[in-house]
């Protein structure tokens, strides 16, 4: 599903992605670990195409990564923006018109799905932190993507909130999609990841718990 090649990515003269190449085979999720700075949202970026790399080559699904984001993939990198003063309900439908490829039903499927209820008129900016959490997985996964990136989806969940997740996760696994989970937390990643790479100070490389590395 993703294949990178001799990637490479500076800002200034700060090198953030160091020569990475890797592949990561569908219908797997894949776990991304390594602490705060090591590259791990930049690589996401570069995937998705919202950052275009130095050099090197990234395919998603068979296809270049341009600057243009691939298609059919949902995603939750940082902050996910919502218009503040709309319910989720209504922040998911406007989403959803850009593609039309759902309606109304299925919003409202994948809003209990996460736990959220579509009919709550209340506004985004009321949410609490665990709530805009759900609703970013939500919109990252209602269309039924075949690939999906999600840069700490735990974020601002509870402990019921996190099972729940996880559970989705791997319910979309076994539907064939590819998962690609950045992470700090240890548990996510030993529950949840067919395989583990490690990212620091820019450098990828395969975690020795991997029975299987694509390099």
Not at 142 to 156: A, C, F, R, T
Request: with cysteine; glycine share 8%; net charge neutral.
């Amino acid at each position: 599903m993703i294949e990178i090649q001799n990637v490479t990515k500076s800002f200034q003269k700060k090198t953030v992605l160091e020569n990475i190449s890797g592949s990561f085979e569908k219908g797997k999720i894949h776990g991304i670990i390594g602490r705060n700075g090591s590259g791990k949202t930049v690589l996401l970026k570069c995937i998705c195409g919202f950052l275009a790399v130095d050099t090197g080559t990234i395919f998603v699904d068979g296809r270049k990564v341009s600057h243009a984001c691939p298609q059919d993939i949902g995603i939750i990198l940082e902050s996910p923006g919502f218009v503040e003063n709309m319910s989720g309900f209504r922040n998911l439908k406007m989403l959803a018109s850009i593609r039309n490829r759902i309606g109304k039903e299925e919003i409202r499927e994948v809003m209990e799905k996460v736990g959220l209820d579509a009919d709550e008129k209340k506004a985004v900016r009321k949410y609490s932190l665990g709530m805009r959490q759900r609703l970013a997985i939500a919109q990252a996964i209602m269309e039924s993507p075949k690939l999906i990136l999600l840069d700490e989806p735990m974020n601002g969940l509870d402990k019921s909130g996190v099972a729940e997740i996880r559970k989705i996760l791997l319910d979309l696994k076994e539907n064939g999609i590819t998962i690609l989970l950045a992470s700090h937390y240890a548990e996510d990643i030993d529950l949840l990841c067919d395989t583990v790479w490690e990212m620091d100070n820019g450098k990828m490389v395969c975690d020795k718990r991997n029975e299987e590395c694509n390099i």
